[in-house]
T-cell receptor, first 114, second 109 residues
């Protein structure tokens, strides 16, 4: 019973490099989202999707792109990494995306940008 | 400025002690969730409270939603080392889910 799977677990990038964080869920959830977690800031929403082919911006979308070609996958792309993007990234999903619905989180990707 | 303020930021206690952590706002939330996050893992939902004044119990954990739906508390009775983790509250404000910064709890044996 995998749930939400994120890869990689850890990543170190140099400033200006690009990369993709992978997220997959096997619960047939329509809603998927990406958060970043920084000390003292809580979880902040980057981008979200309410279904295949539909994406929208969250609270802190600058510097990140997403796409949703299938129900299962929701990759997060960093176009040109900056030190300010050093953070722990979490992918989360829920059945329908209704605010207050139970969110299922992946185990996170710790990203350092040098 | 955080819409949801959690206190204390950090709590270190001995096994067997009781504790309460708080989640406060000046805004009204339609519902509020509590999550626990262990090191190296994602948050896991513990409970959702919806009605003002609502109290929910989960074994040794008691969750309360304020009458005005602006605040919530989590009380742990006889804390155990397995309770160690980051406790996050998250409130539904309009059509958004807003997270607090969390309380780090360490229970020493």
């Amino acid at each position: 019973n995998a749930g939400v799977t994120q890869t990689p677990k850890f990543q170190v990038l140099k400033t200006g490099q690009s990369m993709t964080l992978q997220c997959a869920q096997d619960m047939n959830h329509e809603y998927m989202s990406w958060y970043r977690q920084d000390p003292g800031m809580g979880l902040r929403l980057i981008h979200y999707s309410v279904g295949a082919g539909i994406t929208d911006q969250g609270e802190v979308p600058n510097g990140y792109n997403v796409s949703r070609s299938t129900t299962e996958d929701f990759p997060l792309r960093l176009l040109s990494a900056a030190p300010s993007q050093t953070s722990v990234y979490f992918c989360a999903s829920s059945y329908a995306g209704t605010p207050g619905e139970k969110l299922f989180f992946g185990s996170g990707t710790q990203l350092s940008v040098l | 400025t955080q819409l949801l303020e959690q206190s204390p930021q950090f709590l270190s206690i001995q096994e067997g002690e009781n504790l309460t952590v708080y989640c406060n706002s000046s805004s009204v939330f339609s519902s509020l969730q509590w999550y626990r996050q262990e090191p190296g893992e994602g948050p896991v939902l513990l409970v959702t409270v919806v009605t003002g004044g609502e109290v929910k119990k989960l074994k040794r954990l008691t969750f309360q939603f304020g009458d005005a739906r602006k605040d919530s508390s989590l009380h742990i009775t006889a804390a155990q080392p397995g309770d160690t983790g980051l406790y996050l509250c998250a409130g539904v404000y309009g059509n958004k889910l807003v997270f607090g910064a969390g309380t780090i709890l360490r229970v020493k044996s």
